[in-house]
């Protein structure tokens, strides 16, 4: 028996169509996992209700707070400084649904909340040929498993709680093979934000894109995380990379994941979750690891990228002299030495425990620069503890960073944690587009290393420098080894 | 939904090119639970001068764009985020087409559930119509065109179905709660695969 060899996505799709699609209906899929949030969940809620629905399938959903939650601790009457009296509303809305509905939601206490992309993967929520969804764009993360994980609206949020199910027209595939070594002190920020420059911060639409290659292969599971989780920034809804021995070993015993012989089992099949030979893409891109640079954002979107040791563009293109101007470059400028004023680690892009190690790596035993407002806020409670064991927490604090409780914070700045008007922020988060860590705030995407690299000197600056040396003990710094 | 087989309207035109959600509708304002009025904070960040007085160039604060429908912008408009709140602004200001070289994919799938067509033309054309804010367009749903001031007739793509659920307003979940038995059955197709998530 001969069969068409299949992609990756091809075998997940085929594995979950409820009805195939056809000239005059989109087919109908089935979601294995849909992960909620406060802020694009109470408007679907409102509209089962309107309806008299129940939630189909309620072990299949699951809620976390992380959006709008402050990121400081509560006072001491036990009241947590929201921004305003709607978040803190928008969060009742949300335990109130889950309640009603019979929804588990990984609320304030809970030692499992976090960001809904750090918690689902680290609970072991997250498998390998799932379907998940999610409304928020940067579910793609969910695809480092080897699942077809993609961003949805609200009234999409309606559709899976009312039948599991979505109405969806398959999309055109992307093969990225990203071959070669990357070079020591350059990871998996510094890859996808080279990506995104290739491709275009449109190369993507239309397309769910597999990473390969032997570059992809050699990243741990939280860097292949970091890679998918921008696949939207590209244009893509949803980004693939194979599961493999790297992807079992860290599901194997997440409480969440099938334990014991049903563990193995699993793995038997999720072995089977490849790309066939002679699979066809539509398009095909290839990047050669080796060149690329530790690299940064310039502009206003996140394809407008540039090796930190490189120049801002001096062209004529409007889009670009408009990028310039609103994050005040000079045509042609050097990118590094330019003054920092805030620089935030964390973000479902970048706040896992491997990047705030990597983080702690460069500012141990450092200081930030005066100027510079640094907070680190770490990806979920679990993510939190585990730092805190390691003594992360005080490296921060010593080098005069803040620590914080986990959320989203200022990735999208909805919860009061704010970049101010022309100030320069250089983030680990996902997106740099005007305003989005508030108004008139200006933005460089980075890697958790460049960004405490940049917090250090006051300025861009390239990390290298700062991974390769440990500075001499000061009477100050506390190096706290736990 | 209510049906929608016909757009005539003047235009108002973005020029720039990769129009963001954020700028559609920045995220401090998604802490409401309703989908209504967020109108008055559509693309609140650039309606407004350094002082916070509106910005009287800004095409959506001038008279004569009060009650236009159809939106003109640069290519890749509505990346970014997930929000639906970006087409449910937009709505709330009187849209009901946008029209640009190419449409980010989840905002024109959420478009496409709140009676806002997404239209996608050759670059030549919309490069045209961003020259000249202001002409007026007839959009034909049904036969998937767009008429030009000059009485050009110029095919759009849209999906049938989609199609069907903007004419006849059909209701997506309703739709898919219509196929309830189809969907039990896979479910009863994969109940020998165990559902992996402790309870």
Redesign the interface.
Known sequence: MTSQPKSLFDKLWDAHV??PET????A?L?VD?HLIHE??S??AF??LDA?G?PV?RP??TKGTLD??TPTLPADAHGQLPY??D??R??VD?LRANCTRFGVELFDYGSPQRGIVHVTGPELG?T?PGQTIVC???H?ATHGAFGALAF??????V??VL????L?Q?K?RTLAITIDGELAPGVGAKDLILHVIGVIG??GG??HVIEYRGSAIRSLSMEQRMTVCNMS?EA?A?AGLIAPDQVTFDYLRGR?????GE?FDA?VESWKALRTDEGARFDREVRIDASQIQPTVTWGT?P?QVVAVSAHVPGGNDA?EA?ARDYMGWDAGAAVAGRAVDVVFVGSCTNSRLSDLREAASVLRGRRVHPRVRMLVVPGSEQVKREAEHEGIDRIVRDAGAEWREPGCSMC???NGDLVGAGQLAVSTSN?N????QG??ARTVLASPATAAACAVAGEITDPRPYLTTQPAPQPSAQLETV | MQPLTEVVSRTVVLRERNIDTDQIIPARFLTTTQRKGLGRHAFNDWRSLADGSPDPEFPFNRAENIGARILVAGRNFGCGSSREHAPWALTDLGLRAVISAQIADIFRSNSLKNGLLPIVLDEAIVDELLEKPGVELRIDVARRTVTLPDGRQVQFPLDAFAQTCLLEGVDQLGYLLKQDRAISQFEQRRQHQEFRHAS
Request: net charge positive; aromatic share 2%.
């Open positions: 409820v009805t000239e005059g209906a989109p109908i089935y996992l802020v694009t109470p408007q409102a509209e309806r629905l189909r072990e299949r959006h709008s921004v305003n709607e978040a509303a928008q809305t929520l498998q409304g928020d764009s579910t961003g949805i609206g609200t009234s999409e309606g559709h009312a039948t599991q199910c109405l027209r999309a911060v449109n639409t239309g939207i244009g809804r409480p969440r994941a099938p334990q049903a699993a979107h394809g889009d408009k999208i700045a909805m997106r587009f005007e305003g989005r108004k008139g």
